[in-house]
Each structure stands twice: as C-alpha cells, then as structure tokens.
C-alpha cells in the first residue's frame, strides 16, 4: 500500500495558522480522494475536509469551512490543510486518510490551540 505520512503541527494561539502536510510514497492517483481527519481526547474521530485527487472537488466540516483550505499537489504527491483564524476547539491529532477504502491509520500530527 502507498503509505501516507502527517507532518506541519504545532502549537499556537488562537487567531493564528498552519500548514499541515501529507506525504505520499506513491502517486495520489492511487486514490479516487483523500481526507483530513481529527480527533480530540474522549471524542470521535471527525472527517475534516476532502478532496478528489482528479477534479479535486472538495467537501468541509461545517465547522471549518470559510477557514481551512484542503489542496493536493500532483507532482509533490502530497496533500495539504492550511488552517486559518484556529480556535481551541481544533485541537487535535489531524490523520490524513482514504474516505473511502479501509486503510490503517498513521501516527497523526498534534495541533495545540491557546486561548
């Protein structure tokens, strides 16, 4: 399988942004589409944001539309989050994942956001 590996997290203030990334070992082609996923301590596991890797026709959470952008870069074979205005709710480990096809899941990258 084409493995899929988090990275750009941090700590912030609220107000404040990043830029997550996703790594792919192959070609993103090998997906029809990918997503962000996150998930705080003592809740579910939320889909984010996702995007198809052709058209890259995108879906957001209600709760962040208007403030994350997901995108995906061919070439890079990578895909991106960039988090706008962050909040303190958004503080959780961010996946990045299939929609659609059961894979396992990697280790993730922490956003920290402080009041």
């Known amino acids: 399988q084409v493995q899929l590996v988090e990275s750009g997290g941090g700590s912030v203030q609220a107000g404040g942004s990043l830029r997550l990334s996703c790594a792919a070992s192959g070609s993103i082609f090998s997906f029809n589409a990918l997503g962000w996923y996150r998930q705080a301590p003592g809740k579910q596991r939320e889909l984010v944001a996702r995007?198809?890797?052709?058209?890259?026709?995108?879906v957001y959470a209600e709760s962040v539309k208007g403030r994350f952008t997901i995108s995906r870069d061919i070439a890079r074979n990578t895909l991106y989050l960039q988090m706008n205005s962050l909040k303190p709710e958004d503080s959780a480990i961010y996946y990045c994942?299939?929609?659609?096809?059961?894979?396992?899941w990697g280790q993730g990258t922490q956003v920290t956001v402080s009041s």
């Open positions: 995007i198809t890797t052709r058209g890259a026709l995108t």
């Open positions: 994942n299939d929609p659609v096809s059961s894979r396992p």
